[in-house]
């Protein structure tokens, strides 16, 4: 247990010495031994973790009521930073927002801390999914810290650039923004070792407005805009998480994950009532997944440092949101409602973020339309409540947070160096940057080429979808998928093209940037090399310790196989190679070479540069034609799910047998049955 709070407590060293430091030498001192220091106790932590297994960690009376003020009087200084930013740019929804949550809050703390017992029942847990989010936390967390000690200089050095050609002077928020990025790590930590929900909130707030923050780093007009978009959402969600710990506390039930797990299969009448936080829990990790019709928040945040991109996308904050409804997936079984809820939402979210990535044009905003899409596949899988499903979503968690944090730090590594981050702009991309283009196209293949861990473990949601027999959720996950292939096609063959004639221009990279580039592409290669590993030592027995039972998705023999193909391709991909010095000679481009690569002299005598482009199909698949409609599908779901909850009463929502809606002038019957799994095979 002192290494949890170590864990919990230790990045808050580095946070505030970044706030003190002076100079950048000092600065990345701090946070390559800060970094150093959380990836090395979060290691020690997985190894004496295999050691003993699965705890819960009772804390005293005394210390627990304690550290139960300590997170209200958090809670409450949160509202404060919120309403204080919501009058400083007269945002009304926000303030509105922020005196609901206060005022919540604040009625909360007044209801449970002075029933010290409430507290007491084992908070803090370590389990197998806990190890996992604490080894992908601290140690890809760390390495975007380290990251971002390099690329905030460019970053900056560009700011000062630009002030100058204004003739004004950019101000250094440089400690501030590392400063932030340290305490999202413990509050991360907070909310992967918290069984108390309290506590969980706690950090899950503190999360919130750390994005907010560093969302509106650069102070501009867009950034303000993202940022408060981003606020006003995820407060929603927290309201809602709120209200779920509210009603958990009015009816007598337990403020623990554990507990009310343990609750549902009481088959009492609070066993029953359970099915309305859990509702609502799950409607707040919705928003924190950045799913439909919540998911503008996630895109927004493409306006700020690449770090934050990073974070945010990987290992951090939208992992919080899958995280809870892993831990809450048993439940969605029992409670058909939150289910449907969860798997429809998700689906929807998958299919059609996938769609709406065709037609990016902007890395950064594909990279952000792939990570809402993979987070609706997630929660699909969750929202069915199987354990085949859990684990495909376990995996899907797992290489999506390596993979996408290693092509957003190469996307803001390769922006700074060439000037945009336009896959259009990405011409010679093996030749200007042939390191960093290796590792970026290892992130891509991560994401979407067989045998590479993200593909397999899509097999996976497909194994458990054809034995549950939804032909729905199968089609989608076809489609979806096939979608995804199509943008990570297209962007993968741009960066396959050689140009003789480009300037090597990634002799600049600091130092920091490659070590995080080359651990997290590591990383990726030990992660699908250690697939049979991380599935019979972790998330198998994960599954049998929640659901009773082992699946079988994949056989032994195929992750092998796995194992062997994913290390020749990282052979032969990452090993370098000389470019020949054989003389070239004139190519007929449809037309007279004018030299020796890709210019002619086309029709009309006119010089034409031979260039390959992409099809975006915006008109088909653009955001404003395709991300209404979805959020408005979305909203309807969450909505009926949420009335369902109050109209028809929690007690007959609780058994999946047919429901009965009655209203005031008609009744009508509902098999939750066929809502959840439509079309199903004989």
Same mark, same amino acid.
């Given at each position: 247990?002192?290494?949890?709070?170590?864990?919990?407590?230790?990045?808050?060293?580095?946070?505030?010495?970044?706030?003190?430091?002076?100079?950048?030498?000092?600065?990345?001192?701090?946070?390559?031994?800060?970094?150093?220091?959380?990836?090395?106790?979060?290691?020690?932590?997985?190894?004496?973790?295999?050691?003993?297994?699965?705890?819960?960690?009772?804390?005293?009376?005394?210390?627990?009521?304690?550290?139960?003020?300590?997170?209200?009087?958090?809670?409450?200084?949160?509202?404060?930073?919120?309403?204080?930013?919501?009058?400083?740019?007269?945002?009304?929804?926000?303030?509105?927002?922020?005196?609901?949550?206060?005022?919540?809050?604040?009625?909360?703390?007044?209801?449970?801390?002075?029933?010290?017992?409430?507290?007491?029942?084992?908070?803090?847990?370590?389990?197998?999914?806990?190890?996992?989010?604490?080894?992908?936390?601290?140690?890809?967390?760390?390495?975007?810290?380290?990251?971002?000690?390099?690329?905030?200089?460019?970053?900056?050095?560009?700011?000062?650039?630009?002030?100058?050609?204004?003739?004004?002077?950019?101000?250094?928020?440089?400690?501030?923004?590392?400063?932030?990025?340290?305490?999202?790590?413990?509050?991360?930590?907070?909310?992967?070792?918290?069984?108390?929900?309290?506590?969980?909130?706690?950090?899950?707030?503190?999360?919130?407005?750390?994005?907010?923050?560093?969302?509106?780093?650069?102070?501009?007009?867009?950034?303000?805009?993202?940022?408060?978009?981003?606020?006003?959402?995820?407060?929603?969600?927290?309201?809602?998480?709120?209200?779920?710990?509210?009603?958990?506390?009015?009816? &007598?039930? @337990?403020?623990?994950?554990?507990?009310? #797990?343990? +609750?549902?299969?009481?088959? =009492?009448?609070?066993?029953? !009532? /359970?099915?309305?936080?859990?509702?609502?829990?799950?409607?707040?990790?919705?928003?924190?997944?950045?799913?439909?019709?919540?998911?503008?928040?996630?895109?927004?945040?493409?306006?700020?440092?690449?770090?934050?991109?990073?974070?945010?996308?990987?290992?951090?904050?939208?992992?919080?949101?899958?995280?809870?409804?892993?831990?809450?997936?048993?439940?969605?079984?029992?409670?058909?409602?939150?289910?449907?809820?969860?798997?429809?939402?998700?689906?929807?979210?998958?299919?059609?973020?996938?769609?709406?990535?065709?037609?990016?044009?902007?890395?950064?905003?594909?990279?952000?339309?792939?990570?809402?899409?993979?987070?609706?596949?997630?929660?699909?899988?969750?929202?069915? &409540?199987? @354990?085949?499903?859990?684990?495909?979503? #376990?995996? +899907?968690?797992?290489?999506? =947070?390596?993979?996408?944090? !290693? /092509?957003?730090?190469?996307?803001?590594?390769?922006?700074?160096?060439?000037?945009?981050?336009?896959?259009?702009?990405?011409?010679?991309?093996?030749?200007?940057?042939?390191?960093?283009?290796?590792?970026?196209?290892?992130?891509?293949?991560?994401?979407?080429?067989?045998?590479?861990?993200?593909?397999?473990?899509?097999?996976?949601?497909?194994?458990?979808?054809?034995?549950?027999?939804?032909?729905?959720?199968?089609?989608?996950?076809?489609?979806?998928?096939?979608?995804?292939?199509?943008?990570?096609?297209?962007?993968?063959?741009?960066?396959?093209?050689?140009?003789?004639?480009?300037?090597?221009?990634?002799?600049?990279?600091?130092?920091?940037?490659?070590?995080?580039?080359?651990?997290?592409?590591?990383?990726?290669?030990?992660?699908?090399?250690?697939?049979?590993?991380?599935?019979?030592?972790?998330?198998?027995?994960?599954?049998?310790?929640?659901?009773?039972?082992?699946?079988?998705?994949?056989?032994?023999?195929?992750?092998?196989?796995?194992?062997?193909?994913?290390?020749?391709?990282?052979?032969?991909?990452?090993?370098?190679?000389?470019?020949?010095?054989?003389?070239?000679?004139?190519?007929?481009?449809?037309?007279?070479?004018?030299?020796?690569?890709?210019?002619?002299?086309?029709?009309?005598?006119?010089?034409?540069?031979?260039?390959?482009?992409?099809?975006?199909?915006?008109?088909?698949?653009?955001?404003?034609?395709?991300?209404?409609?979805?959020?408005?599908?979305?909203?309807?779901?969450?909505?009926?799910?949420?009335?369902?909850?109050?109209?028809?009463?929690?007690?007959?929502?609780?058994?999946?047998?047919?429901?009965?809606?009655?209203?005031?002038?008609?009744?009508?019957?509902?098999?939750?049955?066929?809502?959840?799994?439509?079309?199903?095979?004989?």
């Amino acid at each position: 247990m002192t290494l949890l709070y170590f864990l919990t407590l230790f990045p808050l060293v580095p946070a505030l010495g970044m706030l003190l430091a002076r100079g950048d030498r000092a600065r990345d001192a701090l946070g390559l031994v800060g970094s150093g220091i959380i990836m090395a106790v979060t290691v020690v932590v997985a190894v004496m973790f295999f050691g003993t297994g699965p705890q819960s960690f009772e804390v005293a009376p005394g210390t627990s009521h304690v550290l139960s003020i300590i997170s209200s009087v958090i809670d409450v200084i949160l509202c404060a930073v919120i309403l204080y930013n919501a009058r400083k740019y007269k945002s009304t929804l926000t303030t509105v927002l922020g005196v609901v949550q206060l005022v919540g809050s604040v009625a909360f703390a007044a209801m449970t801390l002075p029933a010290a017992e409430v507290v007491t029942a084992t908070p803090l847990y370590l389990d197998y999914m806990s190890v996992i989010m604490v080894l992908a936390v601290g140690i890809v967390g760390s390495l975007i810290c380290v990251y971002a000690l390099g690329y905030m200089k460019d970053f900056q050095a560009h700011d000062e650039h630009e002030a100058a050609l204004r003739g004004q002077t950019a101000p250094d928020r440089r400690p501030q923004f590392l400063a932030l990025m340290f305490l999202f790590l413990s509050a991360m930590f907070v909310i992967v070792t918290s069984d108390n929900l309290e506590w969980l909130f706690c950090g899950w707030e503190i999360t919130t407005v750390c994005s907010f923050l560093m969302i509106g780093y650069t102070r501009t007009p867009e950034a303000i805009k993202n940022a408060f978009t981003q606020i006003i959402l995820n407060m929603l969600g927290g309201i809602a998480f709120l209200a779920g710990l509210m009603f958990l506390h009015l009816n &007598g039930m @337990p403020l623990t994950i554990s507990g009310m #797990i343990e +609750l549902s299969g009481a088959g =009492t009448t609070q066993s029953a !009532l /359970l099915v309305m936080p859990v509702v609502l829990l799950s409607l707040a990790a919705l928003t924190k997944a950045a799913q439909m019709p919540f998911h503008t928040w996630l895109l927004g945040a493409m306006v700020a440092p690449t770090p934050t991109s990073a974070l945010l996308h990987s290992s951090t904050m939208v992992k919080a949101g899958v995280f809870l409804m892993v831990k809450l997936s048993p439940l969605y079984a029992i409670y058909p409602v939150t289910g449907f809820m969860v798997t429809s939402v998700g689906a929807i979210t998958f299919l059609l973020a996938a769609l709406m990535a065709i037609s990016q044009s902007n890395a950064k905003r594909v990279l952000a339309y792939s990570t809402i899409s993979n987070l609706g596949l997630i929660s699909a899988c969750l929202g069915v &409540g199987a @354990p085949e499903a859990v684990w495909a979503a #376990i995996f +899907l968690i797992l290489f999506h =947070t390596v993979a996408k944090s !290693l /092509l957003f730090l190469c996307v803001g590594t390769a922006e700074h160096h060439i000037g945009s981050r336009n896959i259009e702009d990405m011409d010679g991309m093996f030749s200007r940057m042939p390191h960093l283009t290796r590792l970026m196209m290892l992130g891509i293949m991560g994401m979407f080429v067989a045998p590479f861990g993200m593909l397999v473990s899509k097999w996976g949601a497909l194994v458990a979808f054809a034995q549950t027999g939804n032909v729905l959720m199968i089609m989608v996950l076809a489609f979806g998928s096939a979608a995804t292939f199509f943008f990570w096609g297209k962007w993968l063959a741009k960066l396959s093209g050689v140009d003789p004639t480009a300037q090597n221009v990634e002799v600049n990279v600091h130092k920091t940037e490659w070590m995080a580039l080359n651990t997290i592409a590591a990383l990726l290669i030990l992660c699908c090399v250690a697939f049979p590993v991380i599935s019979s030592g972790l998330v198998s027995p994960y599954l049998a310790m929640v659901f009773g039972r082992v699946p079988y998705v994949i056989g032994k023999d195929a992750m092998y196989l796995m194992v062997v193909i994913v290390a020749f391709i990282a052979v032969v991909l990452l090993t370098s190679f000389r470019v020949s010095n054989k003389p070239h000679v004139n190519v007929y481009l449809s037309g007279v070479g004018t030299d020796k690569y890709r210019h002619f002299r086309g029709s009309m005598g006119r010089e034409v540069k031979a260039e390959k482009r992409n099809w975006y199909s915006e008109d088909a698949l653009g955001e404003k034609r395709i991300g209404p409609a979805g959020s408005v599908v979305c909203c309807s779901i969450i909505l009926f799910a949420l009335l369902c909850c109050a109209w028809i009463g929690p007690e007959r929502l609780a058994m999946s047998a047919p429901s009965v809606l009655r209203g005031k002038y008609f009744e009508v019957r509902v098999s939750w049955a066929f809502l959840l799994a439509p079309w199903r095979l004989p």
